[in-house]
């Protein structure tokens, strides 16, 4: 018997009970996430609680090797996840908003990371414990601000593009954690190496790659393309560019987890360099021959879409050239990287891989131990404040006065005034119009108050003030309070941030098969652990649903105004 297991494994067909099993998995999980999708955009937590269902923390359907198998195979999703990610990076929108996207993301990871430290009083965790909750709660969802502003058709907008390079920030910085957390594991204080040690590798390998690629690759890589002409038919082919993208994804995953950083930060950086060299290419509209058998309709008119060829009307150019295998010599982009995903990963990323690795985390998820009173309470509270340090992300598109100090001490001056007159109504009793105007503060629901400045077009941020009484004079502006600004950019930024999601569960699931949330009396999934789970569970549901809320809101607005001018989002929709 041990020569036969030795030999080969033997092959036996599965019981119709396992088939069963694993079919109603599949299906279950991608029909709890199209529908969650379409309502509450947050699909994800339900593949989480199928988890949970089919999972050890449930019925049990799954034994313990199975469940390892599933984590492992879903792991793969995670990593194509983040590889979309860099995908969609555009180097030119990220240089345009680098500071501002960076600023946001600072924010939604130092706030989260310090109010975490209240856990020291709520469950009386240490000092690394709290740490450790604040890393897991200050990544965002990728995978959920990637549908949230998808399915809201944000993604090209320039708030998508800040809210995107903003949560990737943050997801980068949590794929740096999951390695501190990994590193730290089982120990009782900080080390500075251990600490250190991933994030300056992480800055290093990253700061490496981007020399690499400024200094080496790119006169390569231009110097290649000039002789276009001598390249062989199939290096313009869908099945190359496969190739080519998955050695580059695997090869820099394989450099970055060897120098002692974290796969997924390195899944997101391949993403990055695809990307970069498609760039590079368009640059050169490079003229290729269209040899693709199979996949040449599909390629065409998805570059057709993308170039704009017919402005020169020249969509068909075939009648000229009588070369064999219709090769026609056109002026189009090699294939892209988001089109090699689409084509290759996207379908079996979306409907297998991903909802193995978000039921995976379910199977981590001791639900049963989660709805003590105590526990429930401390995890809302504790969500809540979690919720609030990612909402202030959003006070980075409020255009406040342009001195800071000059503007902070008006607004206490005219806020003092504001009290007076309130409080003394006889004294200004003359003045019946500048006392209605000091004191009525608008809302955001007042929906006919937004307009356009063009004064402020070389500013870019807020386009959308109040426009002045009918009987308002120059010199009553002194006396009153700057207009108010629309709120709808900076809401609908700080609540995309608000979610958790991925990343979150699995720097808790880390710190917790570690030990860094048990303590050494415990048994069982300990109370800090159970707290966190609550607070990711909650900021991912909440943040899509008001999210959408707002955005339906947003586009009601939208279509009720034939004026571009007064357009909620101003700027921010361009």
């Known amino acids: 018997m041990a020569s036969t297991q030795g030999s080969a494994f033997a092959y036996h067909e599965p019981s119709i009970k396992t088939v069963l099993n694993y079919t109603g998995f599949l299906l279950t999980l991608n029909i709890v996430n199209t529908c969650l999708d379409q309502l509450l955009y947050c699909g994800l937590i339900g593949q989480l609680f199928i988890g949970v269902l089919w999972g050890t923390p449930g019925a049990q359907w799954f034994d313990q090797e199975t469940?390892?198998?599933?984590?492992?195979?879903?792991?793969?999703?995670?990593?194509?996840?983040?590889?979309?990610?860099?995908?969609?990076?555009?180097?030119?929108?990220?240089?345009?908003?680098?500071?501002?996207?960076?600023?946001?993301?600072?924010?939604?990871?130092?706030?989260?990371?310090?109010?975490?430290?209240?856990?020291?009083?709520?469950?009386?965790?240490?000092?690394?414990?709290?740490?450790?909750?604040?890393?897991?709660?200050?990544?965002?969802?990728?995978?959920?601000?990637?549908?949230?502003?998808?399915?809201?058709?944000?993604?090209?907008?320039?708030?998508?593009?800040?809210?995107?390079?903003?949560?990737?920030?943050?997801?980068?910085?949590?794929?740096?954690?999951?390695?501190?957390?990994?590193?730290?594991?089982?120990?009782?204080?900080?080390?500075?190496?251990?600490?250190?040690?991933?994030?300056?590798?992480?800055?290093?390998?990253?700061?490496?790659?981007?020399?690499?690629?400024?200094?080496?690759?790119?006169?390569t890589l231009k110097k290649l393309l000039g002789y276009k002409d001598k390249f062989p038919a199939f290096v313009g082919t869908a099945q190359f560019a496969f190739l080519a993208q998955t050695c580059v994804l695997v090869g820099i995953m394989a450099g970055a987890t060897y120098a002692g950083t974290s796969s997924l930060f390195a899944a997101y950086l391949a993403g990055v360099v695809v990307s970069w060299f498609d760039g590079l290419v368009a640059e050169t509209k490079i003229p290729i021959t269209d040899l693709q058998s199979g996949d040449s309709h599909d390629q065409t008119l998805n570059h057709q879409g993308s170039t704009g060829n017919s402005k020169n009307g020249c969509t068909e150019e075939t009648p000229s050239p009588p070369v064999p295998a219709r090769q026609t010599e056109i002026t189009h982009k090699l294939p892209t990287g988001e089109f090699i995903y689409s084509k290759y990963y996207k379908a079996p990323v979306n409907r297998i891989l991903l909802p193995f690795f978000f039921a995976s985390i379910g199977f981590a998820i001791p639900i049963t131990k989660m709805f003590s009173g105590q526990v429930v309470w401390r995890g809302i509270i504790y969500a809540m404040l979690m919720a609030i340090g990612k909402m202030l992300t959003g006070l980075w598109l409020v255009r406040f006065s342009p001195s800071p100090v000059s503007g902070l001490v008006s607004t206490i001056k005219k806020?003092?005034?504001?009290?007076?007159?309130?409080?003394?109504?006889?004294?200004?009793?003359?003045?019946?119009?500048?006392?209605?105007?000091?004191?009525?503060?608008?809302?955001?629901?007042?929906?006919?108050?937004?307009?356009?400045?063009?004064?402020?077009?070389?500013?870019?941020?807020?386009?959308?003030?109040?426009?002045?009484?009918?009987?308002?004079?120059?010199?009553?502006?002194?006396?009153?309070?700057?207009?108010?600004?629309?709120?709808?950019?900076?809401?609908?930024?700080?609540?995309?941030?608000?979610?958790?999601?991925?990343?979150?569960?699995?720097?808790?699931?880390?710190?917790?098969?570690?030990?860094?949330?048990?303590?050494?009396?415990?048994?069982?999934?300990?109370?800090?652990?159970?707290?966190?789970?609550?607070?990711?569970?909650?900021?991912?549901?909440?943040?899509?649903?008001?999210?959408?809320?707002?955005?339906?809101?947003?586009?009601?607005?939208?279509?009720?105004?034939?004026?571009?001018?007064s357009d909620p989002l101003g700027v921010w929709r361009i």
């Open 415 to 565: 806020l003092f005034a504001c009290v007076h007159s309130c409080a003394t109504p006889w004294t200004i009793s003359g003045k019946p119009n500048q006392n209605k105007k000091t004191t009525q503060i608008p809302a955001i629901q007042d929906d006919s108050a937004y307009v356009s400045t063009p004064n402020n077009v070389e500013n870019e941020s807020w386009p959308m003030n109040r426009s002045p009484a009918p009987n308002s004079r120059p010199s009553s502006r002194i006396s009153l309070p700057p207009k108010p600004k629309s709120l709808y950019p900076p809401a609908i930024l700080g609540l995309a941030m608000v979610a958790r999601g991925e990343v979150g569960y699995l720097i808790a699931s880390i710190a917790e098969s570690k030990g860094m949330f048990s303590n050494e009396s415990s048994e069982g999934p300990s109370e800090t652990y159970l707290v966190v789970i609550w607070a990711i569970s909650l900021c991912t549901l909440i943040g899509p649903i008001l999210v959408g809320t707002l955005v339906r809101r947003v586009k009601k607005l939208q279509q009720s105004r034939e004026d571009m001018r």
């Open 67 to 219: 469940e390892r198998v599933i984590q492992q195979i879903g792991y793969l999703g995670l990593i194509l996840l983040i590889y979309e990610g860099g995908l969609s990076t555009s180097i030119k929108s990220l240089k345009a908003n680098i500071l501002l996207s960076t600023a946001v993301a600072i924010t939604g990871i130092c706030v989260p990371m310090g109010l975490s430290f209240i856990l020291k009083e709520i469950v009386s965790a240490t000092s690394l414990q709290s740490f450790a909750a604040g890393a897991a709660l200050s990544a965002t969802s990728l995978g959920t601000t990637f549908t949230i502003l998808s399915t809201t058709q944000l993604t090209t907008t320039r708030l998508g593009t800040v809210t995107t390079s903003a949560a990737m920030l943050d997801d980068v910085v949590g794929l740096v954690m999951i390695q501190i957390i990994s590193n730290l594991g089982g120990t009782n204080s900080f080390s500075p190496v251990t600490v250190i040690r991933p994030v300056f590798v992480s800055i290093g390998f990253a700061v490496g790659l981007l020399l690499l690629c400024a200094f080496c690759l790119q006169p």
